[in-house]
């Protein structure tokens, strides 16, 4: 790396990327410098470069991962590209931040990861709630006991769509609700009690069409009797938050969880405190706009992957890979749990 400047390769031109390349404006350009964009499309490259000034722009994520001008790539393609195009990142010793899920089944999970280590490469699942100001003050009040000791969370992510688009209804392409967006509810779980559950239980519905699910709730219980259950659903419109529950009162954070700004903190005997925190401010580029909600946050998990690497750190603290490999392992059994099965379970049994 040139200094303290990180540059990114951006993998595929789809919305998530957009909103991550965007998201970077607000962060200084001489720490954060976007080198090149890839997608299996010429035509939505160049778009892609010229929209947001990239110098280059290339047609196939061979080419992003040969050029050696890159430190960093974001994988934002398709779910089930995450695990071959990480993989053929790393080989080129690039560090990697892949979007949520990393990887669609627990045995590509543990290979990445084991590849990741032995490559000593940073490797970062890009769940990026965990770098939100609003987790950062939920891990405070949990490691000060505000709320005693945390025995229980509930937590959820569902919206009902009238049409699905084909990542979430396909099989071909790791759809349903669980990999989508109950990956959110499920780290939250993991997020509050940072450790791998000892039972677990799921039941949920699939989609005759196609076979993927359609809503999931997942029963974990941790040591000491902790517990929690995470939901999600494509089909119903959940309350898209989540409550911790401890021995002295009880957070919560509110919707949506996935990118909140606002926690209610309640205590037995006393008043509700209620913490606000404000976003970053949505950059002005002519010709782009965010298309999730709250996606100016992402330059969040963009400055703890700048952090890690100039700190020669091959993992995030917040989310370590250990902690990444729980998350797909709950969901994978939750998937079994209720029959719903990808191609890619075969290859990893």
Known sequence: MKGELLRWGICSAGKISNDFVLSLQNLPSTEHQVHAVAARDIDRAEKFAELFSIPNCYSSYEELASDKNIDVVYVGAIHTQHYRVTKMMLEAGKHVLCEKPMCVTGGEAKSLISFAREKKLFLMEAIWSRYFPAYRHVRKLLDDKVIGEAK??????????????????????????LLDRGVYAVQFAQFVFNETPVEQMSMGSLLPESGVDTKVHIMLKYSNNKTAVASTSIVENLPNDAVISGSKGSIRVCFPLWCPSRIEVSVKYQETQVFEFELPPIPTLEGSKFNFRNSQG???????????????????????????????????????????????DKEWC
Request: hydrophobic share 40%; charged share 30%.
């Open 298 to 344: 992402l330059k969040y998990e963009a400055e703890e992957v700048r952090r890690c690497i100039m700190e020669g750190l091959t993992e995030s603290p917040a989310l370590t890979l250990d902690a990444t490999q729980d998350i797909v392992d709950i969901m994978d059994k939750a998937r079994k749990a209720i029959g719903y099965d990808l191609p890619q």
């Open 152 to 177: 229980h969370v509930q937590a959820s992510f569902g919206e009902s769509s009238d049409k699905l688009v084909p990542r979430v209804a396909e099989k071909e392409l790791a759809g349903g609700a």
